[in-house]
């Protein structure tokens, strides 16, 4: 039940929300995705608290995930008799983040191409798996898909668990409102981006687990650590080991891909006066948003070598939906509140209806079926409210923290060589 009603959920929910924010990015002409569009409809309290949760806990823990799906396949071909080390893991995937950093801190043209083609390597990786498992299909094997979700309880709560972990695996159809700013002609690209995308990562998706099953069956993928090595090691034979590289590549392009948006986040929230200044400045030569990006290099290491990111990232999952199930609510309220705004790109009404809903029936749900991780989560998200009045509406700070801020802004833009935009273009 959890792993069907997950696809049900990922397919129909990523699927409306990828159009809702297609329209929300052509409507609101600003980088910063969630942050921008809840600041626009529901004002400053809600938006500082969606960054606050997305800098100190969501981005962290979330990259750190991936790049320790980079780490454990980047090493696999050198562990193929034995169990792989965490602390290799951990170490090679501390590698990993610092080099992703440093990339999107040296050259925004640069983090691109990588990009573009690291995406090749993905689709590449996807081919490898496909193409066998289309075969294995042709031949007959179909024993794995009888019944393969017997057993499974089917009740109401588990709704939220596989609504969480399913949508986790599309995460991303809603990074490139993030770059609103930077995106060439955004009326036309930005519709004909998310859709093509979504259509490609659907089908990708879907063909890849119909391959996994051709060959594993679903205890045996349960069991995996490492599915698409296992998958290649009884199908593919020598050219396995090809397999775990192009693997990491592709974790290697979404940790790129989630720093080079992320970043334009908490650089859009720096300029709104909702983060401290220094991370609104881009470097003096290489006009890169070099503070927005190294802030996060600290705080993913502390999450990365700090315990069970997993359980980190439950607590979080119910406050990341909220928000986007908010962002999405804020498309419908504009609809009605202002009915003359130029829409370049426009859905039928329900579908933000649908997903705003099932974001928010699946976090109030979160709250009786595990309502110690929400309840957590619901803590954590809370404190960004003493913080914004705190250290955005009180105005009236001491003259020592004054001057010591503006010390240290000052210290920092020397050592990192980075002035305000002014007129500057990323």
Not at 362 to 380: A, E, H, R, W
């Amino acid at each position: 039940m959890t792993n069907t009603t997950g696809n049900v959920l990922k397919f129909c929910c990523c699927c409306s929300g990828a159009l809702s924010y297609a329209e929300l990015g052509t409507s609101i002409k600003k980088s910063g995705g969630h942050y921008t569009y809840i600041l626009e409809v529901f004002g400053p309290l809600l938006a500082f608290v969606r960054v606050w949760v997305e800098l100190l806990i969501i981005r962290p823990g979330a990259t750190a995930v991936i790049s320790l799906a980079f780490g454990r396949y980047i090493l696999e071909p050198f562990f193929i008799q034995c169990e792989i080390p965490e602390l290799a893991i951990k170490l090679v995937t501390a590698v990993g983040i610092t080099v992703v950093m440093v990339l999107n801190s040296m050259s925004v043209s640069w983090s691109a191409r990588i990009q573009i083609f690291l995406t090749f390597c993905k689709l590449t990786a996807i081919l490898i798996i496909i193409v066998p498992g289309v075969i294995q299909l042709i031949k007959g094997h179909t024993q794995h898909f009888e019944d393969a979700f017997s057993g499974r309880d089917a009740n109401l709560m588990g709704l939220p668990l596989a609504f969480y972990y399913g949508m986790y695996a599309y995460a991303g159809w809603f990074y490139l409102n993030f770059i609103t700013e930077e995106v060439e002609n955004p009326e036309k690209n930005i519709p004909l981006a998310i859709c093509i995308s979504m259509a490609i990562i659907t089908v990708g998706y879907v063909l890849t687990n119909v391959a996994y099953f051709t060959t594993i069956s679903a205890e045996e993928l349960l069991l995996s650590n490492a599915v698409a090595v296992t998958f290649s090691e009884r199908l593919l034979g020598n050219f396995s080991l090809a397999v775990p590289i192009f693997v990491a590549l592709s974790c290697f392009g979404s940790m790129n891909g989630g720093v080079f948006a992320v970043s334009r986040l908490f650089y859009v929230a720096s300029r709104e006066g909702h983060l401290p200044e220094i991370l609104s400045m881009i470097h003096v030569h290489k006009h890169t948003p070099l503070p927005a990006v190294i802030v996060l290099h600290p705080l993913t290491m502390i999450m990365l070598f700090s315990g069970d990111l997993y359980s980190l990232l439950n607590f979080l999952s119910f406050a990341r939906w909220l928000f986007m199930g908010l962002a999405v609510a804020g498309l419908i309220y504009l609809r009605y509140k202002r009915p003359d705004m130029h829409r370049p790109f426009k859905v039928p009404l329900f579908i933000p209806a649908l997903f705003s809903f099932t974001c928010l029936f699946m976090v109030v749900l979160s709250l009786y079926s595990d309502p110690f991780s929400t309840g957590v989560g619901f803590l954590i998200t809370l404190t960004g409210v003493p913080a914004y009045y705190l250290f955005i509406v009180w105005d009236k700070k001491p003259k020592w923290f004054r001057q010591l801020s503006e010390r240290i802004t000052r210290t920092l833009q020397i050592i990192l060589e980075v002035v305000p935009e002014d007129s500057k273009e990323l």
